[in-house]
């Protein structure tokens, strides 16, 4: 199984600020690399999809990026309603994975 | 817009199968790949497996042996079978759409979940 290292499990930032949430994927997995933000009790949500593309109608302000196995989700401006655990998930090869997820509190 | 409904029981005995049944509407089922994830108390996301209108089916190998996943695009439906089941199954489960492209998939439309307790 592809193995993804996410970090950091855990940030506190405030309103207004950037924050990034790195994965790391343990082998090749080109761009196959999407990004979920799951509220408590809730099921998650895709913000960005092949590591860069923003899923239709989320803010701009979720921007990711890819650089060889190393994938950012980067939020600018953050908002309230950010606060989430963010999960990264590879969809190269089968089964999927999922990095450990990153709890945001704002 | 496409909505998907976990349906199914919240309590099953060790050692029994767990049916779970993913009702979808707003949409035709053509076009995509269904999946179901599941998600123990207070931990992470597991993909459990995936199945295409083409019937082709993609289990998790931890899971491979309990597991089977149906679809029947007649009733807008699709399915889920673990048998053997152990405390360590109990999670929420969800079911999600999948969306393909040509450089990759991702789930883009969710069930709200349902969450099964393996308990005697």
């Known amino acids: 199984d592809i193995q993804m290292t996410q970090s950091p499990s855990s940030l506190s930032a405030s309103v207004g600020d950037r924050v990034s949430i790195t994965c790391r994927a343990s082998q090749d997995i080109i761009t196959y690399l999407n990004w979920y933000q799951q509220k408590p009790g809730k099921a998650p949500e895709v913000l960005i999809y092949a590591a860069s593309r923003l899923q239709y109608g989320v803010p701009s302000r979720f921007s990711g990026s890819r650089s060889g196995t190393d994938f950012t989700l980067t939020i600018t401006n953050l908002q309230p309603e950010d606060s989430a655990t963010y999960f990264c998930?590879?969809?190269?090869?089968?089964?999927?994975?999922f990095g450990q997820g990153t709890k945001l509190e704002i | 817009q496409m909505q998907l409904q976990e349906s199914g029981p919240g309590l099953v005995k060790p050692s029994e199968t767990l049916s779970l049944a993913c009702t979808v509407s707003?949409?035709?089922?053509?076009?995509?790949?269904w999946n179901w994830i599941r998600q123990p108390p207070g931990k992470g996301l597991e993909w459990i497996g995936s199945i295409w209108n083409s019937g082709n089916t993609y289990y998790n190998p931890s899971l491979k042996s309990r597991l089977t996943i149906s679809v029947d695009t007649s009733k807008n439906q699709f399915s889920l079978r673990l048998n053997s089941l152990t405390a360590a199954d109990s999670a929420v489960y969800f079911c999600a759409r999948g969306n393909f492209f040509e450089d990759g998939n991702y789930m883009d439309s969710w069930g709200q979940g349902t969450r099964v307790t393996v308990s005697s």
């Open positions: 998930q590879q969809a190269y090869s089968t089964p999927d994975t």
């Open positions: 707003g949409g035709s089922m053509n076009g995509f790949f």
